[in-house]
């Protein structure tokens, strides 16, 4: 495969915040660059900092040092609204705990980014999303009447509706029982072999974590490539 | 368009019952602030239709000479007039004569109000539209029982003789003076140059009235006052003090102002409490959209719409509600209502005012949160507990709270009254944001080894200090505000009830000689009529204050340079009189009353002849009457409720004074009406007395304070209602922040008994220290408002330093503890779907 142009560039990047006239450091220098079409799982222990590092990728959050390129974007330099743009065009996510919004019913919730974009077609594509995710025979359910892993189908629609370069997806089985994690991740990589999208994975599944092309492991704010110590274990 | 998701969201929350309690609070506030300016406006139309009837119209200008053309209002204006001329002359029947007050009045009198006439002399008044022709008169009861007169008759007044056609019972501008001298006459203006009576130097009375609506009457009067001199002429209107009525009008009308205030302030409040709670209930929705590519403007559009929407819906419903509820209200006292009143027409002008409100309240409430929303940081979604941090807070706050004195200004148009309660409104906040830090600091302090559910209240509440205080500071604010209401409520209505109670004299008898004191005692009271109020009357003159003898300007005598000083005298006789306790209506100023028995020839003084005439306590004044001296001390001086139905003095001397003087009498007594037949055998005895029946008055003002109770019962329903969704915004608002708290100490596994309890308990703590401290700034509010703009005497209300914490305490408790059961219920169901 040819992956001369990486789809993220990460350039020493670090984290750090003060409380209570205290620095406390969540991400130490990192840099690593993932390349188009890949698949990435970010493994490690809760608190060591997954979250943070997802949501600086993401351009949800700033850096305190260091670069992140998005698609040839400089999002260490881009203000909020700037690196919002970013997130509409090539940036999906998906999170342990769905986010979706309580007052839409599940069509609307997916219809939501492709409305904000102010896309023409938004409610027939959201209904071939929904479709695609197979919840066709419910799009007017609020999430609240939805099970776990029906919300987080929803979840996963809404993040791929916009044809995202990326998805980001923060422990999305986290919160689902045994069988529904496992056809979650089934549809989270089936949608992301289909779309040709870049999937960054956090997972404290190690299963889950083989399945992908590279594996990364995150230890007190250090980050370190393990792909092959781990494939080889096996 | 984002309008479509705007609205898509409104419509889904709205049935979801997200958006209740803010929606709620907008209704109320357009609600009542229409249907109170509507419904205000429309009764006080009503009680000035009733309370023109005293003046028989809605202005009277009246001078000692005739009043000249060019003050008559200009005919552009559209006022009616009616020219009236009074003057006092005798009446004269076959060889007997009686002094009568005669009053000739033209076609169009009265302008209001209506005459009554008598069937039988003594008998019931009935009322009558039939207009008095030229040559004919109408005499009062008096009349027929003194001279023996008879329907028919011809009778002479001046030099012109009339026929006798109706018994006169009552003229509607007869007011109500017990020391009238003669009994009332009415002739047709234009039979007064027949009677030769207005020579140079008699006494005429001209007056001429008024009647148009209110803006064509303001504008008159603003075109004449300038125009008039004060010692020619008097210009009278219904809203002056000194009429019977007009005192209480004012009195409701500011009482109605202040609580429509203090309505739209908690409704405020509500909406306020609630916006905030809005903001909150979205910061997890804009993180969300702002994940997913959402732009700063696109938030603000979304956002903004839906707020415009929400606040469209409120006001729309709360146009509505308000005209049903107005509607519900007119209908519920229609039966009682003495007038008819413009029930089916749509006040514009409270239409805009609500809608102006409602949107402004919930504009200017919504600023700070809206800020704080459209900040709300993407990063929630990783990371729950990030606080949204908004940079203009301060300049929010600002403009907040200057739209709501803006509002409040507007709807009172009175800045004095705005002020007050805006100013004592922001006093109290700093007052108690100071006073609950330090309270919620002491009471941890004091809870470390009490009851573990108390103490987690505490615990709790402190952790909060901020949000519990504001919690607080909105609790206080509104049971203050209503406190407020109930106290100026029970004190107008009680007063009015004190007025105007069961047995309050209706009759007044005046001209009892001297030597027949005795004799109307008894015969009264083996009629069982009781009497009261009995005064000896005689005229006298003030001469000296202090042996210095006053100047009389109507000497001519020219006042020399260094007598320039000297006080004038008061210029004519007055009605003097003793009593032994000082009278009821009447409250001592200064100095003390005398005992019964004293012999030392005091007098007490009315307070503003002793601030006129530089009279201090101490000071010796010397009065001739009939021919000689007599030297008093005073030694009180008195507030005088002028308006009061009931003999009123300027000077009142202890018993000894007078005790030589052959006084007549006057006196008040009770009749139920369907004894007045009784008083015609009853009079029989006393020729020269007679009696003044105000018992027309007593009904009109009954009907006036019946009206004003009504609209106030009914706004202080409306504040009651406003004060409950405070409080219950405000329960809300802090069980949303604490379901997360609910649900840890359930996991942690806390027993439901245990977490209600500790919840039931912090809200009653938090009840009872706004209960408390509402109480005391309440005092403060109310003896602004009490001595500023009622003008009455001020005092303080203890019961409520106890009462009102101990109900806010159970009241809360109660709320509390119901929201708190939902939220447990609630948070059992979330544990079992996500185990
Ligand atoms: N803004 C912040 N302020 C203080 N501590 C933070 C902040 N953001 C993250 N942390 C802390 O940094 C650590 C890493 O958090 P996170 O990235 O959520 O870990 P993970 O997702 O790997 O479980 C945690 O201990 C968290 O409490
Ligand atoms: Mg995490």
């Given at each position: 495969m040819l992956k001369n142009k990486p789809i993220l560039n990460v350039e020493t990047l670090t984290k750090t915040v003060r409380t209570n006239e205290q620095e406390l450091k969540l991400l130490c220098p990192t840099t690593f660059a993932i390349y188009p079409k890949e698949t990435v799982a970010i493994i490690g222990a809760s608190g060591s900092g997954k979250s943070t590092l997802l949501g600086l990728l993401a351009g949800l959050d700033s850096p305190s040092s260091g670069e992140i390129w998005l698609n040839n974007h400089a999002l260490h330099k881009m203000n909020e609204d700037q690196r919002a743009q970013v997130r509409a065009n090539d940036v999906g996510f998906v999170y342990q705990s769905f986010m979706l919004i309580d007052s839409l019913t599940a069509i609307e919730n997916i219809m939501l980014p492709l409305e904000l974009a102010a896309h023409k077609e938004a409610k027939n594509l959201a209904d071939n999303w929904i479709d695609l995710v197979g919840l066709s025979h419910r799009p007017d359910h609020f999430p609240n009447q939805l099970s776990g892993g029906e919300q987080q189908r929803v979840a996963i629609a809404r993040a791929f509706a916009c044809q995202p370069k990326l998805l980001f997806a923060d422990e999305p089985t986290g919160n689902l029982d045994e069988t529904n994690s496992q056809l979650i991740e089934d549809l989270l990589f089936q949608l992301n072999e289909e779309n040709d999208t870049t999937l960054v994975i956090v997972t404290h599944d190690n299963q889950l974590a083989e399945k992908c092309d590279r594996i990364f492991k995150m230890q007190a704010g250090v980050i370190t490539e393990t792909t092959a110590e781990v494939k080889t274990k096996n | 368009m984002l309008f479509n998701l705007s609205y898509r969201l409104l419509k889904h929350e709205l049935k979801r019952n997200e958006l209740t309690i803010m929606l709620i609070a907008i209704i109320l506030a357009v609600a009542s602030v229409y249907s109170l300016s509507s419904f205000s406006q429309k009764m006080q139309d009503a009680i000035n239709v009733k309370s023109s009837e005293f003046l028989a119209a809605d202005g009277v200008l009246s001078s000692g000479k005739p009043i000249n053309e060019r003050l008559m209002p200009p005919t552009e204006l559209g006022l009616q007039t009616a020219d009236q001329i009074r003057f006092s002359s005798m009446v004269f029947f076959n060889d007997e004569m009686m002094l009568a007050t005669v009053k000739a009045v033209d076609n169009a009198y009265p302008l209001k109000g209506t005459i009554f006439t008598q069937l039988d002399p003594f008998g019931h008044n009935v009322k009558t539209n039939v207009k008095l022709s030229p040559g004919e008169v109408w005499l009062s009861a008096k009349f027929f029982q003194t001279l023996s007169v008879a329907l028919g008759d011809s009778v002479e007044i001046g030099d012109a003789i009339f026929k006798v056609t109706a018994i006169l019972g009552s003229t509607p501008d007869q007011g109500f003076s017990p020391f009238t001298t003669g009994a009332q006459v009415l002739i047709h203006i234009d039979d007064v140059p027949s009677t030769q009576v207005i020579q140079p130097g008699s006494r005429i009375h001209y007056r001429s009235s008024f009647t148009g609506s209110p803006e064509k009457m303001t504008q008159y009067e603003e075109w004449l006052l300038p125009q008039l001199s004060d010692d020619l002429h008097r210009w009278k209107t219904i809203n002056d003090e000194s009429t019977p009525v007009g005192n209480s009008i004012k009195k409701a009308s500011r009482y109605f102002l202040i609580a429509s205030l203090i309505s739209v302030l908690l409704a405020a409040a509500a909406v306020g409490v609630a916006a905030t709670q809005y903001a909150e209930r979205h910061f997890d929705m804009v993180a969300i959209f702002k994940t997913i590519g959402a732009t700063k403007k696109q938030i603000i559009e979304v956002f903004t719409l839906h707020l415009s929407l929400l606040i469209l819906v409120g006001v729309s419903v709360g146009l509505g509600v308000g005209y049903i509820i107005e509607w519900g209200v007119f209908e519920f006292i229609k039966a009682k209502l003495p007038v008819e009143l413009?029930?089916?027409?749509?006040s514009y002008k409270a239409l805009y005012l609500a809608a102006f409100t409602g949107i402004t309240c919930a504009g200017a409430f919504s600023i700070v949160p809206m800020l704080k929303l459209f900040n709300a940081s993407p990063l929630r979604v990783i990371r729950r507990d990030m606080l949204s941090v908004s940079s203009y807070t301060i300049l929010a706050y600002i403009v907040s709270v200057l739209s709501i004195f803006m509002l409040m200004y507007l709807f009172s148009q009175s800045l004095m009254i705005s002020s007050i309660l805006f100013v004592g409104s922001l006093a109290a906040v700093a007052l108690l944001l100071a006073m609950a830090r330090f309270g919620i600091w002491l009471s941890r302090k004091a809870s470390k080894d009490r009851h573990s559910a108390l103490k987690l209240a505490i615990a709790r509440l402190y952790v909060n200090a901020r949000s519990s205080s504001l919690q607080l500071i909105s609790l206080t604010i509104a049971v203050q505000l209503f406190l407020l209401v109930l106290v100026l409520r029970g004190d107008l209505i009680g007063q009015w009830q004190n007025q105007l109670?069961?047995?309050?004299?209706n009759y007044f008898i005046v001209n009892v000689p001297h030597h027949q004191k005795t004799v109307f005692e008894t015969s009264f009271s083996e009629n069982n009529i009781e009497v009261t109020d009995l005064y000896p009357i005689i005229r006298g003159r003030l001469i000296a204050v202090n042996n210095e003898v006053l100047f009389d300007e109507v000497s001519k005598e020219k006042p020399k340079k260094a007598d320039e000083n000297r006080r004038e005298s008061i210029g004519r006789e007055l009605n003097l009189t003793t009593h032994?306790?000082?009278?009821?209506m009447n409250t001592l100023v200064e100095g003390e009353w005398w005992t019964k028995s004293t012999t030392d020839s005091q007098v007490s003084i009315e307070e503003k002849l002793a601030k006129r005439m530089k009279i201090k306590l101490g000071d010796e004044l010397k009065f001739m009457i009939t021919g000689s001296e007599i030297n008093v001390k005073v030694t009180s001086i008195r507030k005088v409720k002028?308006?009061?139905?009931t003999p009123n003095f300027f000077m009142i001397f202890s018993d000894d004074v007078l005790a030589d003087f052959n006084a007549s009498y006057i006196a008040s007594f009770h009749l139920p009406t369907d004894r007045a037949a009784d008083l015609n055998q009853l009079m029989m005895q006393f020729p020269t007395s007679s009696l003044i029946d105000i018992n027309q008055i007593l009904a009109q003002m009954k009907q006036i304070a019946g009206q004003a109770s009504m609209a106030i019962e009914f706004i202080f329903v409306l504040v009651l209602i406003a004060g409950v969704l405070v409080i219950q915004a405000q329960i809300q608002a802090s069980m949303a922040t604490r379901k997360q708290e609910v649900m840890v100490l359930r996991i942690l596994g806390a027993s439901s008994h245990f977490i209600s309890r500790s919840i039931a308990f912090e809200f009653m703590f938090l009840g009872a220290l706004a209960g408390l401290l509402a109480a005391i700034t309440m005092e403060i509010i109310l003896a602004g408002v009490q001595i500023l703009v009622f003008k009455m005497q001020w005092s303080p209300h203890f019961e409520f330093i106890i009462l009102s914490p101990i109900a806010c305490a159970l009241i809360l408790g109660i709320f509390g503890q119901l929201a708190c059961s939902r939220v447990l219920l609630r948070s059992v169901k979330t544990q079992a779907s996500t185990l």
């Open positions: - | 413009q029930i089916q027409t749509i109670k069961e047995g309050t004299p032994q306790q000082i009278p009821y002028w308006e009061s139905m």
